[in-house]
């Protein structure tokens, strides 16, 4: 409208020029016509001069309405919306005036003072907006467990929006932007914005104690403490990314609609303080206890993708965003799949010096196995990783010794299933390491003995945990059925290196382990003596071998009855009216409560003495006893034959 009456004004001078230059020229009276002319000309100039006039006052008493609230410093719009709604007006008007002044000397002064009065209410506007950001933000806190139930899914569509600002005030801030944006004040707008709107998710990370660190901060942090903060930062950056910035962004759209490098400008610094945290991570040296975390770090940055894609979508803004976050992810998955091949190697280059007492399980194994089980919640992952690189990341890997090799590849090829291809051979591999190195461990042992014992414990070990956790589906049946006979092996020689020579006493036609050159004419009573000692010495040695397996000891001590009371009762039951009692130290009854004793971890030795109720019991009695204590004995070797079968 102020375009065409300042077009129409100057259509009218023109006209007036052209009149003025004609009675000039001619110097006669005026015609009817140049009067009627005349006449709607000195008309329209005094309805120009009355609506100047007019601007002139409608701009004073707006000038007026505006400055009069640098007195007040009350912020508007805590007064209400209508106070607020009412500046607003008198601002769109003020602007309005100053399209239809023309500018002409006449107006300049005029002109000047309202971009004086508009840049005043500009400076107001952008005190009200950030006012209105900071006092109605509403405190975001999204705890692990909420974040977990509010997120609809892994790779869901949806999201979740909060409220970052309280809802009754969105309509002012939208209101005041678009007084600023349509005066020229857009820049002041969003910068204002920027800055609130940052420093708010700056503190949202601050409350959950993601500190700003550098890469060397980084590096320089014991486990302990980088642990911890890489379990606050699995937290913090699920919340910030789905429900956060979703919400950032949904805000910044209700306010400025389309303007997306107001949501980029205000979350970038942030989001890249996030990020470099993985990529210190990611730099990091490979220690196998990192792994589970990196895994867990890897894992989350590859779901959150198709949202980061989604967020930062606009090409040019979100590029940088984007190709970062993409970054990040390569590295962490590079840095998890070398520190798992690292983990590899530690294994194999774990040396000792001394035997682990009482042949129990070594804390390699159990840290291994245990190790592996954790690395199940990350199949798939961890599967995909080593495929990526199959053929080229084992070259680092020192060489695996032949007789290892062989086995790997024996039991992959026959027992490899669809899924986890590249994952259950390495681990394949991992395991047989692990048996190589145990092999090497138990040299250790001077006691024959405790060698095996120390193999049994840590192959049955190894077995229980694959079978009874997610491990039996990767390593699968052949392997599980293999090392149940392994383990099972082991407490055959077992059987062999410690019984065979006390047994070997009471044999008739054989000579004791300690006799000399004429101990096929030991006596019965020589025999009695022979037995004694040598069960007295596994006694004393093997009460403080450990085998922490409940099920497992009670096995191998119900066998190791078997193989004694029968034996002991035979030749006992021979020789018993031939040989002086003193001679008798032990009855059956007294042997196998003395056999409950063995691999309990605590040492004991016999006196010289012991010989609980033999003299008590008579003849018949015992016939009896004996008879029931054979019988049950047999019905514990098909039990346990049955549940190796198993």
Known sequence: ???????????????????????????????????KVLGSLLSELS??????????????????????????????????????????????????????????????????????VLQTAMARLEDEFKHLLVE??????????????????RNSEDHIVVDLIRPEVISDLKNIADAMIASGYDRECIQVCTTVRKEALDEFLYDHEVEKLSIEDVLKMDWATLNTNIKKWVRVMRSVVQMYLVSEKSLNSRI???LNEIFVDTVKAPVMQLLNFGEAVSIGPRQPEKLLRILEMYELVSELLPEIDSLFSDHHLGLSVRTEYREVMRRLGDCARATFLEFKSAIASDVSSHPFPGGAVHPLTNYVMNYLMALTDFSQTLDSLLMEHEDGEDLAIPPSPPDVINQVEEEFTYDSPEKFVAMKRHFYSIASVLEANLQVKSKLYRDVSLRHIFLLNNLHYMTRKVLNSELKHIFGDRWNRKHTWKFQQQATEYERATWLPVLSFLKEDGSGSGSGSGSRNLRPRERFQGFNSAFEEVYKAQTGWLISDERLREDVRTKASMWVIQAYWTFYSRHKNSVSERYIKYITDDLEKLLLDLFAGSPKSLSNSYRSCLSSKTSGDQNQQYSLIIKAFTEKTQKLESDFQR
């Open 1 to 35: 409208m102020g375009e065409f009456e300042v077009d129409g004004e100057e259509k009218l001078i023109v006209a007036a020029e052209y009149l003025v230059q004609e009675l000039r020229s001619n110097n006669k009276s005026l015609t009817r016509n140049a009067k």
């Open 47 to 116: 309805r120009v001069v009355v609506i100047s006039e007019e601007i002139e006052q409608r701009l004073s008493l707006v000038c007026e309405k505006i400055t009069a609230r640098e007195v007040d410093e009350t912020m508007i719009w805590d007064l209400g919306s209508d106070a607020g709604n009412e500046f607003l007006g008198a601002v769109n008007e003020l602007r309005g005036l100053i399209d239809r002044l023309d500018g002409t000397t006449e107006e300049e002064v005029s002109l000047r003072k309202a971009h004086d």
């Open 136 to 153: 109605h933000a509403v405190e975001a806190s999204f705890g692990a467990a909420s974040t977990e139930d509010l997120v609809p899914g």
């Open 256 to 258: 400025f609609g389309e």
